[in-house]
């Protein structure tokens, strides 16, 4: 009983999906344009993206010029944004903002084009070229159109998107200072509090800085230390003064203190 249950759905679907394809096969075959339009409606309505874009790439020369260039083309480019397409949706949506610039959805196909970019972004561990391409293609947009009501939408796309820069750089610098390499972990460390002003990690940066040039200084030859010890111990008061409350500051306050008695015992051997 189950088999032949079965075996009729999935008779039914067969015969469904065949009858399906002849009549699309048939569309595209015909010289009817107005009916090719109407089905291409039709057919993304009942979001079949894949049979609509097919006709709508076939209308787009044809109706080149006319009022539903338009809407032909709008139509056309959401169906690759539907198919998950995000490069080609992106490359369309750009096209069609520049294109006709007039468009009651110029603004929202700018903006769309700026959003298949943030949707290629990869997850932080990957390059992220794609990601601060999709920074640019927001910014852009938010430069051409200030007074949008997506702005809002916009900058908390931009703040996952530097999130994510902040996180990929995050890891390399601390990547920097646990391997020892503290010629290359300190200036990581500072160009993060620069490109990051307003990241949590701020004080963890800081004060790798100061480890680093701690470490530097007492593995360093005689000439290098003293510059090393000094610049250790004005960080530390650069850290104190920014971070008062940071959960570093008791091994900050160490280091700062092992800096200065380094510092006494050099004088000493002059």
Not at 182 to 188: D, E, F, L, Q, S
Not at 233 to 250: C, G, T
Request: with cysteine.
């Amino acid at each position: 009983m189950k088999g032949n249950l079965l075996k009729y759905i999935l008779t039914f679907f067969f015969t469904l999906t065949f009858f399906a394809c002849g009549n699309f096969n048939k569309i595209l075959k015909s010289s009817d344009f107005e009916l090719k339009y109407t089905k291409a409606i039709e057919y993304y309505n009942k979001t079949n993206y894949t049979s609509a874009q097919t006709l709508f790439e076939e209308l787009i020369p044809v109706f080149k010029g006319t009022e539903r260039a338009e809407q032909v083309y709008f139509y056309y480019t959401y169906c690759h944004y539907y198919l998950t397409d995000y490069a080609l949706a992106g490359f369309h949506f750009r096209t069609f903002a520049r294109t006709f610039p007039n468009s009651t959805h110029a603004e929202e196909c700018a903006f769309m084009n700026a959003y298949c970019y943030y949707l290629s972004s990869p997850k932080y561990s990957l390059d992220q070229s794609d990601t601060k391409n999709a920074i640019q293609e927001i910014q852009n947009f938010l430069n051409d159109f200030p007074e949008s009501k997506r702005v809002d939408t916009c900058n908390i796309l931009m703040d996952k998107l530097r999130f994510k820069l902040e996180k990929k750089s995050y890891e390399i610098t601390k990547g920097y200072f646990f391997r020892d390499d503290w010629k290359a972990a300190t200036p990581a460390c500072l160009n993060f509090i620069k490109d990051f002003p307003e990241s949590a990690h701020n004080d963890e940066m800081l004060f790798m800085v100061i480890k680093s040039y701690y470490l530097l200084a007492k593995n360093s030859v005689e000439s290098k230390k003293a510059d090393r010890l000094e610049k250790a111990m004005e960080n530390y008061l650069k850290f104190v003064d920014l971070h008062p409350n940071s959960s570093f500051l008791a091994e900050a306050e160490s280091i700062y203190k092992d800096c200065e008695r380094l510092k006494t015992e050099q004088q000493k051997l002059k």
